[in-house]
Nanobody
Framework: QVQLVESGGGSELTGGSLRLSCAAS????????MGWIRQDPGKEREVVAG???????RYADSVKGRFTLSKDNAKNIVYLQMNSLKPEDTAMYYC??????????????????WGRGTQVTVSS
């Protein structure tokens, strides 16, 4: 059974930073990919970033230049460093995996395994 656990969320002011973590069990980042998806009530669900097993990353236009995805294979943890936060970044953030784990793109419907999420709130 795959378990994904997010942490690191919280409240920040505009321009601040947060680092989210996703620890996995029953799922290896050495051979599998991971994506980060956010959703806030009234807003469209959005995949903000994805990282493949080889370290290849991709980002939504809304976060490019501000968010950085990385991973520690030994610890089996994926990190999402969020800098220059904006109020529009406010959302529940989920780490998620697709059914095959090979590619983590920017289409949320490709992801079928999600964590429970961690809340990020950015105020002006």
């Amino acid at each position: 059974q795959v378990q994904l656990v997010e942490s690191g969320g919280g409240s920040e002011l505009t321009g601040g930073s947060l680092r989210l973590s996703c620890a996995a069990s029953g799922y290896s980042y050495q051979s599998k990919c991971m994506g980060w998806i956010r959703q806030d009530p009234g807003k469209e669900r959005e995949v903000v970033a994805g990282i493949d097993s080889d370290g290849t990353t991709r980002y939504a236009d809304s976060v490019k230049g501000r968010f950085t995805l990385s991973k520690d294979n030994a610890k089996n943890i994926v990190y999402l460093q969020m800098n220059s936060l904006k109020p529009e970044d406010t959302a529940m953030y989920y780490c998620a995996a697709p059914y095959n784990g090979r590619w983590c793109g920017l289409i949320w419907r490709e992801y079928n395994q999600w964590g429970r999420g961690t809340q990020v709130t950015v105020s002006s």
